[in-house]
């Protein structure tokens, strides 16, 4: 099976940095994925790592430590549109079958002023 | 480009109600598609995924079904809803087995009452 754990809500104020935590525990491990989804929309693509390191891009970046199944995601700068859940995901690739996301429950994230 | 057509957008169905929502993509050929349902303050389940016309795998028991008539026409199906049934329903694609990330569809909130 796989399980996938990350904080529920955080708060942090306009300008300041964050960072959101994620592990997980899986079989046929082939990458973890960060999602941004507004109330009401549909998750969009933020960050993807599949070798251990950090990877960064403008004011997100996404950490990936393979051996620990941990991974963090870094918001930098925020901003009052920064607020949305943030889902970690990660990638199973079992048997040669294409791959599937399974993904957490999602933290909340509410950037105040 | 590629694009994803999910619709309709909200749908609210009596209990016992069937259920047909629709999923087109565009730009791509032999995609990999998946359902997921959110339910509120919940993470994505996903629900079923298909690499090809006509093959489906059900991820979990429930009363829906999907199916692929054509290459890029995904649909999820109910007989008779139950209201557990009620979520943020989500369509989404990918390509092949590489760890690339999906693109979700703009979803269908659907209200079982």
């Known amino acids: 099976g796989q399980n996938i754990d990350q904080p529920t809500e955080m708060t942090a104020t306009e300008g300041a940095i964050v960072q959101i935590n994620c592990t997980y525990q899986t079989s046929g491990f082939n990458g973890l994925f960060w999602y941004q989804q507004h109330a009401g929309e549909a998750p969009t693509f933020l960050s993807y790592n599949v070798l251990d390191g950090l990877e960064e891009k403008g004011r997100f970046s996404s950490f990936l430590s393979r051996s620990k199944g941990y991974s963090y995601l870094l918001l930098k700068e925020l901003q009052m549109k920064d607020s949305a859940s943030y889902l970690c995901?990660?990638?199973?690739?079992?048997?040669?079958?294409?791959?599937?996301?399974?993904f957490g429950t999602g933290t909340l994230l509410a950037v105040q002023p | 480009s590629q694009t994803i057509h999910q619709w309709p957008a909200t749908l609210v169905q009596p209990v016992g109600s069937p259920l047909s929502l629709e999923c087109t993509v565009e730009?791509?050929?032999?995609?990999?598609l998946y359902w997921y349902r959110q339910a509120a303050g919940r993470g994505l389940q996903l629900l079923f995924y298909?690499?090809?016309?006509?093959?489906i795998s059900s991820e979990v028991p429930q009363n829906l079904s999907a199916s692929r008539p054509q290459d890029r026409q995904f649909i999820l199906s109910s007989k008779k809803l139950l209201l557990s049934d009620s979520g943020f329903y989500l369509c989404?694609?990918?390509?092949?087995?590489?760890?690339?990330?999906?693109?979700f569809g703009s979803g269908t909130r659907l209200t079982v009452v």
């Open positions: 298909s690499v090809g016309i006509g093959q």
């Open positions: 989404a694609w990918s390509l092949g087995q590489v760890a690339v990330g999906y693109t």
């Open positions: 995901a990660v990638s199973r690739l079992r048997g040669g079958a294409t791959n599937k996301l399974i």
């Open positions: 730009g791509t050929s032999n995609p990999n």
